[in-house]
């Protein structure tokens, strides 16, 4: 079983739709979650960093997390098909070496 | 604020042949990242400097891949001997200090032929 599990996608929706972007993980130890945006041929790009559980919000950007069900997601509300890119979870302990674990990564397209 | 810089961006190489990649982290970082990340895959962590100073290199296969931070600026991953499964995008990213937010760079894409 992987540390960090994430649907691959692709994800289609049309715009101005609210996209649900989610990641599950094994490891309790885990207290900071990220979200990362990467466009084709591009770095990944920092969306949303948040520690521990609970809900942040940035903008058309909300993060969840769920320690308990170890389970977080990402929710795009009115989707633009600016954002259509891979969405990629990402994991770390609040100890040792801080190393992230990534998921898979999601692609979503939003349809014009 | 200047981002984190890579070169080159891309990289074509036959098998058995060797490569070198160069980041520059946000200035004032102290913390750097190289991650290997596959098609279809997210990033693996290879190795991780704080300063100067190697914090983990637990999964860099060290019989053919190498990384240095003379400095504690930038730094330069090196492949010798290269193989096909090599092929990826190799990230840089770099944090103020070790567990603060990761800013990726560009990546450099290495295709081995």
């Known amino acids: 079983q992987k540390e960090v599990e994430q649907d691959p996608g692709p994800l289609s929706v049309p715009e101005g739709a609210i996209v649900s972007l989610n990641c599950t993980y094994s490891n309790s130890a885990f207290q900071y979650f990220m979200w990362y945006r990467q466009y084709s041929r591009k770095g990944p790009e920092l969306l949303m960093y948040t520690y521990s559980s609970g809900n942040k919000e940035d903008g058309r950007f909300t993060a969840q997390v769920d320690k308990s069900s170890k389970y977080i997601s990402l929710f795009i509300r009115d989707s633009q098909p600016s954002d259509s890119a891979t969405y990629l979870c990402a994991m770390s302990a609040s100890s040792g070496t801080y190393k992230y674990i990534f998921g898979t990564g999601t692609r979503l397209k939003v349809l014009a | 604020e200047a981002g984190v810089a890579q070169s080159p961006r891309y990289k074509i190489i036959e098998k058995r042949q060797s490569v070198a990649f160069w980041c520059n982290p946000i200035s004032g970082h102290a913390t750097l990242y190289w991650y290997q990340q596959i098609l279809g895959q997210g990033p693996k962590l290879l190795i991780q400097?704080?300063?100067?100073?190697?914090?983990?290199d637990s999964q860099l296969p060290k019989d053919r891949f190498s990384a240095e931070r003379l400095k504690g600026v930038d730094s330069t991953l090196k492949i010798q001997p290269a193989k096909l499964e090599d092929s990826a995008v190799y990230l840089c990213?770099?944090?103020?200090?070790?567990?603060?937010?990761?800013?990726f760079g560009p990546g450099t894409r290495l295709t081995v032929l």
């Open positions: 400097f704080q300063n100067n100073g190697v914090v983990d």
């Open positions: 990213a770099s944090s103020l200090v070790e567990g603060n937010e990761q800013f």
